[in-house]
């Protein structure tokens, strides 16, 4: 019996551990202000404001990640493939110019941010973010539809990038 439940604690357990979509994001996380390729400060809601009435695939990446550099390839194959929808990629690079070289030699098509706050900050916090790649999917209106994938290839950022 007493393994019985030990068990079933260790489920529930490792069970709430996985980060809940929280359908929208908090207003803190909106009022981060993030740097464009421009060198413009912008704040989140902005970015989210500028894509409205598509689909946004959001990608936090950074240029030193491993990781992330090998699931640029796979991001580009989802934009060969929904070309309707948006394409935002949040850096956590250490400086501007590592973050910007990199767009430039790996050749990142869409919408450029640098997180100026980091990991630590508002929009970090909110998403608790402790691993990148992230990708999240935004629907049409702004709710949040995928928001703790750890790999391009996720099932469920096609999916949600299907309904359109």
Not at 66 to 84: A, M, T
Not at 133 to 150: C, H, Q, S, W, Y
Request: a positive charge; aromatic letters at 10%.
């Amino acid at each position: 019996m007493k393994r019985i439940v030990l068990i079933v604690f260790i489920g529930i357990s490792m069970l709430s551990c996985s980060k809940e979509n929280p359908g929208k994001f908090s207003r803190e996380a909106l009022e981060d202000v993030f740097i464009s390729s421009e060198g413009n400060e912008t704040p989140f809601n902005k970015i989210l404001k500028k894509h409205k009435g598509k689909k946004i695939l959001i990608d936090i990446w950074a240029s030193w990640c491993p990781d992330c550099l090998k699931s640029i390839p796979e991001v580009q194959n989802i934009q060969g493939e929904y070309k309707e929808a948006a394409y935002v990629f949040l850096s956590l690079d250490r400086n501007t110019r590592d973050w910007k070289n990199a767009i430039m030699r790996l050749k990142i098509k869409g919408d450029h941010y640098f997180m100026q706050s980091g990991w630590e900050g508002k929009f970090g916090k909110f998403l608790d973010l402790n691993w990148i790649p992230r990708f999240l999917v935004i629907d049409e209106n702004g709710k949040i539809m995928v928001f703790d994938a750890t790999k391009a290839s996720d099932k469920l950022i096609r999916q949600s990038l299907e309904i359109m």
